[in-house]
């Protein structure tokens, strides 16, 4: 198996782990990583349920609702996938498939100037949008029991998400 390089390594423990395996960084990042299995099982275990639900339901709106929270719950459980890979392949010096990777390359993706003015105009039209979404929801007050403005407030909360993927990401491209 590959090994992880040395400088991602050092991102996880801090370089004095290295000297002495069994300092306390390690056992916390088992902690750590023990905490995130669990979860990734938890959400693992919701899916099933909510689609089990979602399957039995005869009416196509419950149907609509159940599948929105589905898809997000498979985008948490992915996230906390690509967690737990990221520390068990620290924790064993291994690449795992679905962990975090590219870290020690975000200097080079500096130099993408590109990526950093379509992550600038992403988060203008993201910005946009949720205003926008905002002006919607008090024009669809009262329709059809209240599911347009559940649905459009889902929508303002992902897009404030995305502004924060965003800013995330540009704050890194930006960074000395
Ligand atoms: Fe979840
Ligand atoms: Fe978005």
């Known amino acids: 198996m590959e090994k992880v390089p040395l400088s991602e390594f050092y991102m996880v423990y801090g370089p004095q782990a290295l000297a002495d395996p069994s ?18 099982d938890q959400e693992g275990e919701f899916i099933k349920q909510y689609k089990e639900i979602a399957e039995r339901s005869k009416n196509p709106l419950v149907k609509f609702l159940l599948d929105l929270i589905i898809s997000d719950e498979e985008k948490h459980r992915a996230a906390i996938h690509a967690i737990v890979s990221t520390l068990e392949g620290d924790l064993t010096w291994t690449k795992q498939e679905d962990a975090l990777q590219g870290f020690g ?72």
């Open 23 to 40: 300092t306390p960084e390690i056992s916390a990042v088992e902690q750590l990583m023990n905490e995130f299995e669990y979860h990734e």
């Open 105 to 176: 390359e975000l200097d080079e993706e500096k130099e993408n100037k590109e990526l950093l003015k379509v992550t600038a105009d992403f988060i203008k039209h993201e910005k946009e949008g949720i205003k926008d979404y905002k002006k919607l929801i008090k024009s669809s007050k009262g329709y059809y029991y209240g599911v347009f403005v559940l649905l459009l407030q889902s929508i303002i909360r992902d897009s404030e998400k995305h502004v924060e993927i965003l800013e995330f990401l540009r704050r890194k491209l930006r960074e000395e």
